[in-house]
């Protein structure tokens, strides 16, 4: 089965949703603290069959360029009235590459015609994508925490939770003192950190010090155009680099292979403009020799499976922060998620599609916006900015 042929079928009406979903500690990075995760929801409606997708952006830049704001306008004014034309899955493609940019708006709309598509025909989405379940080991990322007890207590409660590997958010100010407190209180626990591009090569000191701690990587330390700085710093360090938001495309991941900045990708759907686009990017980060695992953004449930389908490919070598959304959504929008079992690995759903059954209750009480995008948008200048926020 070639998924690229696969029909979509008439599309009969998509809908744009925003839903809030409290979490339940707040979630902070080098660049701000959440107390809730807005999610972006695209549904398609085809001849009987439904198909959900979950757009990864923020309700703020800090990540990468988009929020929920743009993905919506995009997705509304322009992929949406593209997919009215579209045949078969590969027509996506063209009608993607049509819109410059706007990876995850592009990676939310593939998300909900490959779980429709999937659904239609009986197949789980990891078959799609020529993928194979096995046991991948599931980590848990930790934002910065108020206090090294504070991380001590987070750390123990993932290895009590059962996850056998975990990643700690860092930035200027909270690098080497609370990871050395962490590699001192669990000595063989697999660790990694990640700053999100935070520091500079002035802050080479502190990368140094990391460096010694026997880190499995060093994930995003520069900003993430800085490829040549991250070269540099690669032959200054025995920790491998990581990079998350630098590679966004083929092309990104040849310079920074080309330059020595790489050695491992964390490779997010959502970033690089959806499943299929991941699929080529980690078919060939491996024929480079770079290793793979699949992040994690805090989607829901629907797009933690997304990443659980991507990392049934062979490419994908190495276990990622893909953790239980239980773990930080204080409810969830889908029933019958995996859990962890006894090795700290979580099961592909076996489903049709994305796997998951997105729960209409929750999604209806959660709804902080909700927009039908009908044949009237397929005129772009039809859609303005007046949106029915508060439904
Ligand atoms: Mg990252």
């Not at 491996?286 to 695992?293: A, D, N, T």
Request: glycine share 12%.
């Amino acid at each position: 089965m070639v998924v690229e042929e696969l029909e979509i079928g008439r599309i009969e009406r998509v809908e744009l949703r925003v839903v809030g979903l409290p979490l339940v500690t707040p979630f902070a990075t080098a660049a701000e603290a959440r107390a809730t995760r807005d999610v972006l929801l695209v549904r398609v409606d085809s001849e009987g069959a439904i198909g959900w997708g979950e757009c990864g952006a923020f309700a703020q830049p800090s990540y990468t360029a988009e929020t929920i704001v743009t993905a919506r306008h995009v997705l509304a004014a322009f992929l949406a009235p593209a997919l009215t034309g579209a045949r078969i899955v590969g027509d996506l493609r063209a009608a993607f590459t049509a819109v410059r940019g706007h990876p995850m708006a592009k990676a939310a709309m593939e998300g909900a015609v490959l779980d429709m598509v999937g659904r239609r025909h009986g197949q789980p989405v990891w078959r799609l994508l020529g993928g194979s379940p096995r046991p991948m080991p599931s980590g848990v990322a930790i934002g910065l925490q108020p206090s090294a007890e504070a991380l001590l207590e987070a750390v123990g409660q993932a290895v009590a939770e059962g996850y056998r590997q975990v990643k700690l958010k860092v930035r200027p100010g909270w690098a080497a003192e609370p990871v050395r407190a962490v590699r001192e209180r669990f000595p063989d626990l697999p660790l990694w950190v990640d700053a999100n591009g935070s520091f500079t090569m002035a802050d080479l000191d502190t990368l140094l010090a990391l460096d010694g701690l026997g880190l499995r990587m060093i994930e995003q330390p520069l900003p993430a155009s800085d490829l040549v700085g991250h070269a540099r710093l690669a032959v200054q360090i025995e920790t491998p680099l990581c990079l998350d938001e630098s590679v966004e495309s083929l092309g990104d991941l040849e310079a920074a292979a080309a330059l020595g900045a790489v050695r491992v990708l964390n490779l997010k759907p959502g970033r690089v403009g959806g499943l299929l686009a991941a699929c080529q990017l980690a078919r060939h980060a491996r024929e480079l020799g770079i290793g793979v695992f699949v992040g994690g953004m805090l989607e829901s449930g629907l797009g933690r499976a997304a990443c659980l389908h991507l990392q049934t490919l062979p490419a994908v070598n190495l276990g990622g922060d893909v953790s239980v959304p239980g773990r930080y959504l204080q409810e969830d929008l889908v029933r019958s998620w995996p859990a962890l079992d006894a090795e700290g690995c979580l099961d592909v759903p076996s489903g049709p599609g994305i796997g998951v059954e997105v729960l209409d209750e929750v999604v209806t009480r959660r709804t902080l916006a909700l927009e039908i995008v009908g044949d009237s948008c397929v005129d772009p200048r039809a859609h303005g900015p007046a949106l029915d926020e508060g439904a």
